[in-house]
């Protein structure tokens, strides 16, 4: 099965920096590469990328895919102790997602 | 809208019985919907993939008569643990796909389920 790679899988920091999360992935038959966050519980979907090199944005959060490279990155910027949580990137495959291991971001005030 | 609720949040069983965890959509009616593990530390683990009135599509390696899967409606789908045992002791979460979303990212997930077996 096509495998979804985080790194790092556990990342602290101080209020204010900026942090980028990095996921990486097998690919037979790529369609969507998404982000979620978990925050204890149901996860929350941030971004879908399909399309290489175009970012998405929301607020102080963006995401961007590499298709011939086979990554994707997460950037948070002036981080908040409200964006510590577990950072998921899947990929969809047949019928369903594959997921990676996530990342722990842990925002120190 | 696109709610999912699970209940229970959280339950504690003895090792060897059976227990129900309910995933249901509040808003909206769901032909799919998914149940997956997620072990301390780790990523969610897809485990089966349940459609309304038929039968549940398990994971490799997922045993399919101790995960018992049952989506008698559109809009509820149960998980019964039968036999538990410590090593079952983790955090399920299931989704659900709307009627007419075709994607697997067209999904929304419950808060998830905490199970103890001691």
């Known amino acids: 099965e096509d495998k979804v790679v985080q790194s790092p899988l556990s990342l602290v920091v101080h209020e204010g920096d900026t942090v980028t999360l990095n996921c990486s992935y097998e690919v037979t038959n790529f369609r969507s590469l998404l982000w979620y966050k978990q925050e204890k519980k149901a996860p929350t979907f941030l971004f879908m990328l399909t399309s290489s090199g175009i970012e998405k944005k929301s607020g102080r959060l963006s995401s961007i895919l590499d298709k011939k490279e086979l990554f994707s990155i997460l950037n948070i910027t002036a981080t908040q102790t409200g964006d510590s949580a577990i950072y998921l990137c899947?990929?969809?495959?047949?019928?369903?997602?594959?997921f990676g291991q996530g990342t722990r971001l842990t925002i120190n005030p | 809208g696109a709610v999912v609720s699970q209940h229970p949040s959280w339950v504690i069983c003895k090792s060897g019985t059976s227990v129900k965890i309910e995933c249901r959509s509040l808003?909206?009616?769901?032909?799919?919907m998914f149940w997956y593990r997620q072990f301390p530390k780790q990523s969610l683990m897809l485990m089966a993939t349940s459609n309304e009135g038929s039968k549940a599509t398990y994971e490799q390696g997922v045993e399919k008569d101790k995960f018992l899967i049952n989506h008698a409606s559109l809009t509820l789908s149960t998980l019964t643990v039968t036999s538990a045992h410590p090593e079952d002791s983790s955090f399920y979460i299931c989704?659900?796909?709307?009627?007419?979303?075709?994607?697997?990212?067209?999904?929304?997930f419950g808060p998830g389920t905490r199970l103890t077996v001691t």
């Open positions: 989704s659900a796909r709307p009627v007419g979303k075709m994607h697997p990212y067209e999904q929304y």
């Open positions: 808003d909206f009616q769901a032909t799919t």
């Open positions: 899947a990929r969809e495959g047949a019928q369903k997602l594959v």
